[in-house]
Nanobody, 124 residues
Framework: QVPLIESGGGLVQAGGSLRLSCTAS????????MAWFRQAPGKEREFVAG????????EYTDFLKGRFSISRDGAWNTMYLQMNSLQPEDTATYYC?????????????????WGQGTQVTVSS
């Protein structure tokens, strides 16, 4: 795997916002899909959102309820995750993932490149 560089995590109060970023190295320019996953202690890693820029498709998981959005800076190969109206249930380690694939997958096993994760903690 080629490491992805993540930033933007931190501690926020419920109702606040954070914006995470993920930047891929030049070696990952062959990818066409980037996604965000999250994992809380003792829980499975779950899909948050992903984008396939070849197909022009963006997908979100249902638990977001419109609170999260993603965007990509193609010129600099950077993906952003904007998180609004954060709740304590959103507390988790957030991971950026990337892959070259024919379709956007919500399964972590399908992704080739991963960041080290950034911690998001939401206090009550």
């Amino acid at each position: 795997q080629v490491p992805l560089i993540e930033s933007g995590g931190g501690l926020v109060q419920a109702g606040g916002s954070l914006r995470l970023s993920c930047t891929a190295s030049e070696r990952t320019f062959i990818i066409n899909i980037m996604a965000w996953f999250r994992q809380a202690p003792g829980k499975e890693r779950e899909f948050v959102a992903g984008h396939d820029w070849n197909a022009g498709i963006t997908e979100y998981t249902d638990f977001l309820k419109g609170r999260f959005s993603i965007s990509r800076d193609g010129a600099w190969n950077t993906m952003y995750l904007q998180m609004n109206s954060l709740q304590p249930e959103d507390t988790a380690t957030y991971y950026c993932a990337a892959v070259r694939s024919i379709s956007l997958s919500r399964t972590a096993d399908h992704y080739t490149y991963w960041g080290q994760g950034t911690q998001v903690t939401v206090s009550s």
